[in-house]
């Protein structure tokens, strides 16, 4: 793979610290400018940047807990991707089985459904967003998947497609079971794909509250009521194994981050910790956006084609965030995954254009080529051809002087 590193002139944005795509704070970084990690009490946490995917702090992010009911993110995910595909309708009808009937879940979130009655598509997805309902989440799973053992097998799938890598489910709605387990990591990663993939459903996050049947229920998520952290979701959950867990979104100016607090000691511990973890995001991070989708990064030269230089850049605007204040010595740089060489299609893969400090990679993306090349004619081939030879015939007698 060749490298080609760009200064600074080039990458047009830079910083002093920063933090790595997978890992905590850098600790001299953070020693330098005296920031330390917040002090959150759960068994695990992450604070991600929901633009580029970056761990802005964390804590055991992949330690494997129960979930409890943030398993219905999963849940809610596959109906959203149902209803964008046309598999589902939200005025579909669902009839209630026994399975799903909500005497079944007696000391826990419901949403009241009756066995034998008709629920649409659309109530019951509310009962499971704002009403937590595990009746619902039954109902729906044996909707798509003609069983709850059937829809796991399609939540599991989805897991691993999505690169929840410490993940595994056994049911719909997240009571405890043996083998259901996730980590925060894996949930931050959910949680980002749901505001990404399917941004219809991850709507039903705001909704404060739903009534059905008569009964009125409001959302569990306490901070969409704050009025500071603008908070638009995401989901609660608790069990007696889990603890108090919680999984939120805000997001401020252009920069959106995801906290997920697991394992608090009780409901309030989960929103005070969330929202410590949330406040240290937008107190000390920024969002940069050094390039825009279709801006060239560099003319590059290209073999064999109908023009000797391809203009690359990318498709989709970079943002990550850095530490504010610090954007000072960013370097800029691609890596080809190969010589380039004609045809070229616009929109084409060609690399990836990292954003570092020193050897350590701040963001990457996609490298494009901006433009179609074509093949050239036989005598332009002939040409580059031996341009090429002769730069290896140079090349091996300067390794051979060497």
């Known amino acids: 793979m060749k490298i080609n590193r760009y200064p600074f002139k080039v990458c047009r944005w830079s910083l002093i610290s920063f933090v790595s795509l997978v890992g905590l704070i850098n600790p001299a970084v953070a020693q330098q400018i005296e920031l330390e990690k917040p002090n959150i009490s759960a068994k695990s946490y992450v604070l991600m940047d929901y633009n580029s995917g970056q761990i802005l702090v964390s804590d055991l992010p992949n330690k494997k807990l129960s979930p409890a009911s943030l398993t219905k993110m999963m849940t809610s995910y596959i109906i ?231 203009s690359l850049g990318v498709l989709q605007d970079t943002p990550f965030s850095v530490l504010r204040g610090q954007a000072a010595s960013v370097e800029a740089y691609f890596e080809l995954t190969e010589s380039l060489e004609a045809p070229v299609k616009k929109g084409q893969v060609v690399g990836k254009l990292n954003f570092s400090i020193g050897d350590d990679v701040v963001a990457a993306f996609p490298l494009v080529a901006l433009e179609e090349i074509q093949e050239s004619g036989w005598l332009g081939k002939l040409y580059d051809y031996l341009v090429q030879l002769l730069e290896r015939m140079l090349e091996s007698m300067k390794a051979t002087m060497a």
């Open 80 to 310: 959203g991707q149902e209803l964008k595909t046309g598999n589902i309708r939200e005025d579909d009808q669902v009839l209630i089985s026994a399975k799903a009937w909500s005497k079944n879940f007696p000391d826990s979130s419901r949403m009241f459904i009756e066995v034998g009655k008709k629920v649409s598509v659309s109530e019951l997805n509310q009962g499971i967003v704002v009403q937590s309902g595990n009746d619902a989440c039954v109902a729906m799973a044996e909707h798509i998947a003609g069983s709850e053992e059937g829809f796991a097998s399609m939540m599991n799938q989805w897991s691993r497609q999505l690169g929840m890598k410490n993940t595994h489910f056994i049911n719909s709605h997240g009571l405890d079971s043996d083998n259901h387990f996730t980590t925060a990591y894996d949930m931050a990663v959910l949680a980002r794909s749901l505001i990404r993939d399917v941004p219809e459903e991850y709507k039903l996050y705001a909704q404060k509250d739903f009534t059905f049947n008569g009964i009125k229920q409001y959302n569990r998520n306490s901070l969409l009521w704050d009025k500071n952290l603008n908070v638009d979701g995401i989901k609660t959950g608790h069990t007696s194994e889990a603890g108090f867990s919680l999984v939120t979104s805000s997001i401020q100016n252009e920069m959106r981050l995801i906290a997920v607090v697991m394992g608090a000691n009780s409901s309030r511990s989960r929103v005070s910790e969330s929202k410590k973890l949330l406040k240290f995001g937008f107190r000390y991070f920024e969002s940069v956006t050094p390039y825009h989708a279709g801006e060239s990064f560099v003319s590059h030269r290209i073999w064999y084609g109908d023009k000797n230089y391809v």
